[in-house]
């Protein structure tokens, strides 16, 4: 089957953390013997296909971390990125013989991209992009649904919170044409002795991790006032973003350690004793699962399926005061 997988996210090098999990699902499918094709943001200026899969378009300024939703609002001439990407995307889909569409995310993935051609379409909706359809006027979220019912797309949800969302806020107007999987994640095994070995990390004190890009939507800051509750944790921060000034600025004793490749973004999680989750705008958190997958204790807010996660998984801890 010939596939095209149309993402705003997509790693541009080995160990850039940008769109892993968009990676894992992308190898699966061809591990699985179906020919994928990437089409994704890129660092040029035209449509550049590689050896690899993927088409590297333009609208990497936009599409980079820390998220175009923040970009925009620091610097919204690069809305114009966003119709650069449309554009080429639309032109480069159109060029090929599709047997399905992948688009991750509903918008500009799902609408307009994928409405360009007409192979079945399953667009797998992350949280973000639900939020700012959920916030549009209703007579333009109303035109792009409309049109998306029409095209008879699919939608998978990365969790049972944001189908339910959407479906009090659009009706019946997907039914039956909606599924609930969180998206693939490859992590590797690491044991916590050897991570701190490789990090030296020799300290006989247990390590509390904060992981996510640092702008108001992750509530980093929440996440680092549960230090009282742990104070005899050594606190660590994993990333990158226009609230780190102030962050560090309020929170002096805290190691903050940038943005790091993937491969280190995992080890220090594997490292860490207790991973903190205060974001409250993810209905199924990667790092979370992540941690988990690592064998890292998770403390985090009531949102979306961490509840039901937190009932069958001794390791996840929900805690309301994360929530102030």
């Given at each position: 089957m010939r596939i095209a997988v149309v993402t705003t996210s997509y790693p541009r090098r080995n160990g850039d953390y940008a769109g892993h999990f968009v990676r894992s699902e992308v190898e699966?499918?061809?591990?699985?013997?179906h020919d994928v094709t990437v089409f994704?943001?890129?660092?040029?200026?035209?449509?550049?296909?590689?050896?690899?899969?993927?088409?590297?378009?333009?609208g990497a300024r936009l599409f980079r971390a820390p998220g175009a939703l923040t970009?925009?609002?620091?610097?919204?001439?690069?809305?114009?990125?966003?119709?650069?990407?449309?554009?080429?995307?639309?032109?480069?889909?159109?060029?090929?013989?599709?047997?399905?569409?992948?688009a991750h995310w509903l918008v500009p993935?799902?609408?307009?991209?994928?409405?360009?051609?007409?192979?079945?379409?399953?667009?797998?909706?992350?949280?973000?992009?639900?939020?700012?359809l959920l916030a549009m006027p209703r007579p333009i979220s109303g035109v792009i649904v409309r049109r998306l019912v029409r095209r008879e797309a699919q939608l998978r949800f990365v969790s049972s919170e944001l189908?339910?969302?959407?479906?009090?806020?659009?009706?019946?107007?997907?039914?039956?044409?909606c599924r609930v999987q969180p998206c693939a994640i490859?992590?590797?095994?690491?044991?916590?002795?050897?991570?701190?070995?490789?990090?030296?990390?020799?300290?006989?004190?247990?390590?509390?991790?904060?992981?996510?890009?640092?702008?108001?939507?992750?509530?980093?800051?929440?996440a680092l006032m549960y230090r009282k509750y742990l104070p005899d944790h050594q606190w660590?921060?994993?990333?990158?973003?226009?609230?780190?000034?102030?962050?560090?600025?309020?929170?002096?004793?805290?190691?903050?350690?940038?943005?790091?490749?993937?491969?280190?973004?995992l080890r220090w999680i594997s490292a860490a004793d207790v991973l903190v989750c205060a974001s409250l705008a993810e209905g199924a958190p990667t790092v979370v699962r992540e941690a988990r997958a690592l064998g890292t204790r998770v403390i985090a807010a009531a949102v979306g399926d961490l509840?039901?996660?937190?009932?069958?998984?001794?390791?996840?801890?929900?805690?309301?005061?994360?929530e102030a």
């Open positions: 699966v499918l061809r591990k699985a013997g994704a943001p890129g660092p040029g200026w035209r449509a550049t296909a590689c050896r690899d899969g993927t088409v590297w378009l333009p970009h925009l609002a620091h610097r919204p001439w690069l809305s114009a990125d966003a119709w650069r990407f449309v554009q080429a995307a639309r032109r480069a889909i159109r060029q090929g013989t599709w047997d399905r569409v992948i993935c799902g609408w307009p991209v994928a409405q360009a051609v007409q192979a079945p379409c399953e667009i797998v909706v992350h949280g973000s992009d639900a939020r700012l189908k339910q969302r959407f479906g009090e806020h659009f009706g019946p107007a997907f039914e039956g044409r490859d992590v590797p095994r690491y044991a916590r002795d050897e991570s701190r070995q490789l990090l030296g990390m020799n300290t006989n004190r247990p390590i509390a991790i904060v992981v996510g890009r640092l702008v108001a939507s992750k509530r980093i800051d929440s660590l921060v994993v990333g990158d973003g226009p609230a780190r000034p102030r962050l560090q600025h309020s929170f002096p004793a805290v190691r903050f350690l940038g943005e790091l490749e993937r491969e280190q973004t509840v039901a996660w937190a009932q069958t998984d001794d390791g996840i801890t929900i805690d309301r005061r994360l």
